[in-house]
Nanobody, 125 residues
Framework: QVQLVETGGGSVQAGGSLRLSCAAS????????MGWFRQAPGKEREGVAG???????KYADFVEGRFTAFRDRAKSTLYLVMNNLRPEDTAMYYCAAGSWYDTTWLLAHAKYTYWGQGTQVTVSS
């Protein structure tokens, strides 16, 4: 089993920045790809960014260069740096992990096995 714990959420004004962290524990050797997802009230969960073991990273179109996802494998931690935040970025942000390598799956939430509890991001105008 793998446990994922997200931290770093909070409330910021539009244009502000946040850095989310996701610490993995347990059988982390089974973790290959990791990703960030978000879900706003009344909306479907959507992919934000995903990183394959090769380092290939994919971002959702709405990111538009504002977010950077990276991984510290030594610390089993995934990060998401979010700059120039907008009110529409308000959502619960989730970290996810899977044991596969297919980069076409990086933003597909159904492909991920392990999920964190989420951290709330609120952006005010």
């Amino acid at each position: 089993q793998v446990q994922l714990v997200e931290t770093g959420g909070g409330s910021v004004q539009a244009g502000g920045s946040l850095r989310l962290s996701c610490a993995a524990s347990g059988i982390t050797g089974s973790v290959a790809s990791m990703g960030w997802f978000r879900q706003a009230p009344g909306k479907e969960r959507e992919g934000v960014a995903g990183i394959a073991p090769s380092g290939i990273t994919k971002y959702a179109d709405f990111v538009e260069g504002r977010f950077t996802a990276f991984r510290d494998r030594a610390k089993s931690t995934l990060y998401l740096v979010m700059n120039n935040l907008r009110p529409e970025d308000t959502a619960m942000y989730y970290c996810a992990a899977g044991s596969w390598y297919d980069t076409t799956w990086l933003l597909a939430h159904a492909k991920y096995t392990y999920w964190g509890q989420g951290t709330q991001v609120t952006v005010s105008s």
